[in-house]
């Protein structure tokens, strides 16, 4: 089983929105897939089909509360494994980010625990980068996917934090989302990120802005069920074809042929 951290160095960048999606993708792609929240906003579940906030999950169990995180689990409607976070107090979470310092590889071990075959994959949600969250997601990972919306504070601070992503030692990609092209401001920005990361920054790896995209969460749909046509939906749809692929092995496939025009 592969790991993939979402990461970002902004709030609403979007990595809960991806990681939901592209754990259902997956799943529908045939893989087995789990999805761990490490936020304690605790909303993976909310976009995973809970109607309610778990209460218990890996908050408690990173808590050391005796609350094993397995227990805790919910399997949604397409197959996706997912550990919410759950409620946590302030207290708790002081004592569980001590923990994480701690213990570097608590995830990385947890992980490992997942009965999963080759085949498998675990999304990881995140605290805002930096954070003991986002550090133990990143040394847990195999791909780090960098998420973030094309503007300039947003891509300054990802330029800074990139090298010591990079040193981490799994393979790390930028993730471009709520991109309107129209947008001159957003070309800057890309453009500076692109002179601090190089080929981290693909053009396949991009989802465009669309407002539909908060309104079918508030339905409770997926935007690629409800708009399978929509840019955003295509762009989604490429990037879990990129992951599928580089999960076999397959590097450098061109999953996205119309990237060039979707510019
Ligand atoms: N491509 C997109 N186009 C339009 N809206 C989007 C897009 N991607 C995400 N959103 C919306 O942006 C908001 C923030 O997304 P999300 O909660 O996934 O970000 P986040 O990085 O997890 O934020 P937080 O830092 O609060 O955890 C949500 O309302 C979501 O529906
Ligand atoms: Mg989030």
């Known amino acids: 089983m592969k790991t993939v951290a979402l990461i970002s160095t ?21 893989r087995p897939v789990a999805a761990a929240d490490l936020d304690p906003q605790n909303m993976l579940g909310a976009h995973l089909g809970l109607d309610t906030f778990a209460r218990a999950g890996l908050g408690q169990a990173m808590a050391g509360q005796g609350v094993p995180w397995q227990g805790t689990t919910w399997r949604n409607a397409d197959g996706v494994l997912f550990a919410p976070h759950g409620e946590t107090t302030l207290a708790e979470r002081t004592a569980y980010e001590a923990r994480l310092a701690r213990e570097p590889r608590w995830l990385a071990d947890a992980l490992a625990r997942i009965d999963f075959s080759e085949r498998g994959v675990a999304l990881v949600d995140t605290a805002r980068f930096p954070s003991q969250q986002a550090a133990q997601a ?24 990139f090298p010591s ?55 409770g749909a997926w935007l690629f069920d409800e708009a399978p046509h929509s840019q955003a939906s295509h762009d989604l749809h490429g990037l879990a074809n990129w ?21």
Request: glycine share 6%; hydrophobic share 50%; charged share 25%.
């Open 10 to 30: 902004v709030g609403g960048a979007g990595r809960t929105t991806m990681a939901a999606a592209l754990a259902v993708l997956l799943a529908r792609r045939g």
């Open 165 to 219: 992503l990079r040193q981490a030692g799994a393979l790390v990609k930028v993730v471009v989302n709520r991109l309107n092209p129209a947008r001159e401001m957003q070309r800057d920005a890309l453009a500076l990120l692109r002179a601090a990361v190089g080929d981290a920054l693909e053009l396949a790896h991009r989802v465009h802005f669309d407002a539909a995209m908060p309104e079918s969460l508030a339905r």
């Open 138 to 161: 990143v040394r847990a990972a195999d791909l780090v996917l960098c998420v973030t919306p094309p503007e300039p504070a947003a891509c300054a601070t990802l330029a800074r934090c």
């Open 243 to 263: 992951i599928d692929a580089w999960l076999d092995g397959i590097v450098g496939v061109d999953t996205d042929v119309d990237s060039e025009q979707a510019r």
